[in-house]
Nanobody, 123 residues
Framework: VQLQASGGGLVQAGGSLRLSCASS????????MGWFRRAPGKEREFVVA????????TYADSVKGRFTISRDRAGNTVYLQMNNLRPEDTAVYYC?????????????????WGHGTQVTVSS
């Protein structure tokens, strides 16, 4: 499975962006998906995960109420809608796919990774 993240860019604080993650093949009913991010000088951290059918989601506390993950069951794409962005959201965002139905909040739960897309939020 190859993943391609897109949709990053430069936005002012309070603005919105929508990230997309396209898979090289249809993500099956066994694939949980997730988004992680790495801010400058920091370790990569969990942002949000969605289970195989798009029903169960888990969010990092820092993004709850501002970010929304969804997946297109008709195709190969997972989306991350990011609203009310803050300068501390500045990071490279990575999408990831798990071989299991729920990838969870740890990087170890994901076996396939995209190259990342840069999100920069100016104050």
């Amino acid at each position: 499975v190859q993943l391609q993240a897109s949709g990053g860019g430069l936005v002012q604080a309070g603005g919105s962006l929508r990230l997309s993650c396209a898979s090289s093949r249809r993500t099956s009913s066994s694939n949980g998906m997730g988004w992680f991010r790495r801010a400058p000088g920091k370790e990569r951290e969990f942002v949000v995960a969605v289970d195989w059918n798009g029903i169960r989601t888990t969010y990092a506390d820092s993004v709850k109420g501002r970010f929304t993950i969804s997946r297109d069951r008709a195709g190969n794409t997972v989306y991350l809608q990011m609203n009310n962005l803050r300068p501390e959201d500045t990071a490279v965002y990575y999408c990831a796919a798990s071989r299991t139905s729920v990838g969870g909040t740890s990087e170890r739960g994901y076996q396939y990774w995209g190259h990342g897309t840069q999100v920069t939020v100016s104050s």
